[in-house]
């Protein structure tokens, strides 16, 4: 179980607004993406030994803003039915619960990206990926068994892409001997190539 922690938690008007509850992880996650490298990182993951089943690049941005979209609008939905004054206090609390580890996921879930293609450190965003999977899963199951079943299924998707993401992270990094600085070198010297 978890608790409500409003220091963690994002504000109640982010959760109560329709629009700011989609848009919020939608501009998090593209400015995310859009500040980690963002001309070598198709490079950089093309130029890596990667697992079977990989995607090309140009899945990675629709598929995350439909995820991130889905999410921010079952974190409205949870949070505008569950903290209704005219439910039990099992459900409002339930609500709120998962408004703090909704948050926590967010953190988490821009976090990746730096981790495995800033900063170059394979492990940790493999273990960053793995608790997503654990949080997501648990928040579904909160919102979905406690609050609202609808919210729970919008998180089904996420959950979904995020173990094909702990697939691909695990088996990028282990194939790559958790090092992945030889792809950054040939991208960058791919990069210095075409100015020339």
């Given at each position: 179980?978890?608790?409500?922690?409003?220091?963690?938690?994002?504000?109640?008007?982010?959760?109560s607004s329709f629009p700011a509850s989609i848009l919020l992880p939608i501009t998090l996650g593209s400015a995310v993406g859009w500040s980690t490298r963002p001309k070598q990182v198709p490079r950089t993951y093309l130029s890596l030994n990667q697992p079977p089943l990989r995607p090309p690049p140009q899945v990675f941005g629709p598929v995350w803003t439909l995820l991130y979209g889905l999410m921010g609008y079952a974190s409205h939905r949870a949070y505008s039915i569950g903290t209704s004054p005219l439910n039990l206090p099992g459900i409002i609390s339930a609500a709120r619960q998962g408004t703090t580890l909704y948050t926590i996921q967010l953190?988490?879930?821009?976090?990746?990206?730096?981790?495995?293609?800033?900063?170059?450190?394979?492990?940790?965003?493999?273990?960053?990926?793995?608790?997503?999977?654990?949080?997501?899963?648990?928040?579904?199951?909160?919102?979905?068994?406690?609050?609202?079943?609808?919210?729970?299924?919008?998180?089904?998707?996420?959950?979904?892409?995020?173990?094909?993401?702990?697939?691909?992270?695990?088996?990028?990094g282990y194939l790559n001997n958790w090092d992945l600085s030889g792809a950054y070198e040939k991208a960058d010297g791919e990069t210095k190539k075409k100015r020339s």
């Open positions: 179980m978890t608790t409500y922690i409003p220091q963690l938690t994002l504000p109640e008007s982010i959760f953190g988490l879930n821009l976090l990746w990206m730096p981790l495995f293609f800033g900063w170059n450190r394979p492990i940790l965003a493999t273990a960053d990926v793995l608790a997503l999977v654990g949080v997501n899963g648990y928040l579904a199951w909160l919102w979905g068994t406690k609050v609202d079943a609808t919210a729970g299924w919008l998180l089904a998707p996420y959950v979904a892409w995020l173990s094909f993401a702990t697939y691909l992270s695990a088996g990028t």
